[in-house]
């Protein structure tokens, strides 16, 4: 038979067992706990679990072991990310902890390519979890191994600038050493980094997979070698994802592909736009001309994504502004929802990467990173482009933004 198109399995994966329950959404079970009444299958299920099983024989016997409406959306993701198995977490940080905690069977050292999620770098670089930590430019990962590397930690595309770092590369450059990779800017939809020899493919849940802002996670897809000492330290860790958290992450996932792919077709106008404007310095974005040195786009991507940053001609004070300026688009952290949202990297994300580093990454003062959403281009662009066009000095705000009206009419209105 041939095997369904990715629409197709975003829309039905993770809900095999559904007919044989007779439902046709997926249960939500909250039980904390669950009854043994046989005393030697509830001891063979623990056994079974601890050991980093992904079903227990009998019964899931306690939350922090199993919980079937997990389990669900994580064959889902399994099945979008072409892997044996996914592991959930409470959140993307839960997960990048997680898999950092899970790989030290070769030792404590983690090689990892800037820029990462904010978080990430300072969970990397702060020495918490007593990693040793070589920061490596992606070209240069094979210099960076040592005997006791654990693993590579790449990003792509990346955290805030949206540089692409060469997957496959990287993964011949490692040999041995298993490569993780942070997939969220790509979703399956545009990205499926085991397919390229990645041990792992890694999501902040909380974006594109939910999708509309309003729910956390964190997923693993990768081997079922890799994904039993991934429950493990989730069992001992605690850090579970909530069985009505992995419903509703669940429920994203029929939408993903259209989701993606409108917010993308968003992004590239509103990326070509910006190019053109004369408030901006420049613009990342892989779709653009020059945006894609390495030629990923065909060969490891289907196609740029929906997040862009751009630099405001005038600096960190114009960047402030667009940010007070917009209506439309919501001045928040965070991407990968339906709705729009703009931030600073320099003074929100990636504040606790040192300054030299920023610099170097070419994280400016001026730099916004925009996350596109679904919303009709016109207005997106509207919105943009008066935001763009408020003076540095803040001269215009006062008036305008005190009056609702004025924004509904001009940006909902006519046209
Ligand atoms: C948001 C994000 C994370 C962290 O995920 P949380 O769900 O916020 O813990 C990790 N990596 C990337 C690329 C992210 O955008």
Known sequence: MRSPSLDTRCVHAGRDDLARLGVHAPPIDLSSTYPLH???????????????????LHGSVYARLHNPTV???????????????????????????????????????????????????????????????????????????????ALVFIETPANPTCALVDIADVVRQAGD????????????????????????????????????????????????????PLRQVRIVTGALLHPLAAFMLHRGLPTLSLRVLAAQERARELALRLSGHPAVAAVHYPGLPGGDPQSLLGRQMN????????????????????MRAVRLIT???????????????????????PERERAALGISPGMLRLSVGVEGVEDLWRDLDRALAVPATGAWSTADSADPEFVTAEMLGAG
């Open 38 to 56: 046989d005393l030697a299958e509830g001891t063979a299920d623990l056994d079974a679990l601890a050991s980093g099983a992904r079903d227990p």
């Open 331 to 353: 001045p928040a952290v965070s991407l990968g929802s339906t709705d729009s949202l703009i931030q600073h990297p320099a003074g929100l994300t990636h504040r606790l990467v």
């Open 177 to 228: 050493v298993p490569v993780v990779v942070d997939s969220t800017f790509a979703t399956p939809v545009l990205q499926r980094p085991l397919a390229l020899g990645a041990a792992a493919s890694l999501h902040s849940a909380t974006k594109f997979l939910g999708g509309h802002g309003d729910t956390v996670g964190g997923i693993i897809a990768t081997s079922e070698a890799l994904a039993r």
């Open 71 to 149: 389990a669900r959306l994580e064959r889902a993701v399994a099945e979008l990310e072409g892997g044996e198995a996914a592991v959930a977490f409470a959140s993307g940080m839960a997960a990048i902890t997680a898999i950092l905690l899970s790989l030290t069977a070769r030792g404590r050292h983690v090689v990892a390519v800037r820029p990462v999620y904010g978080g990430t770098d300072h969970l990397l670089a702060s020495g918490l979890l007593a990693l040793e930590v070589s920061w490596s430019r992606a070209d240069q990962v094979r210099a960076a191994l040592r005997p006791d590397t």
């Open 303 to 322: 196609g740029p994504g929906s997040l862009l940053a751009f630099e405001v001609a005038g600096g960190y004070e114009q960047a402030q502004q667009v």
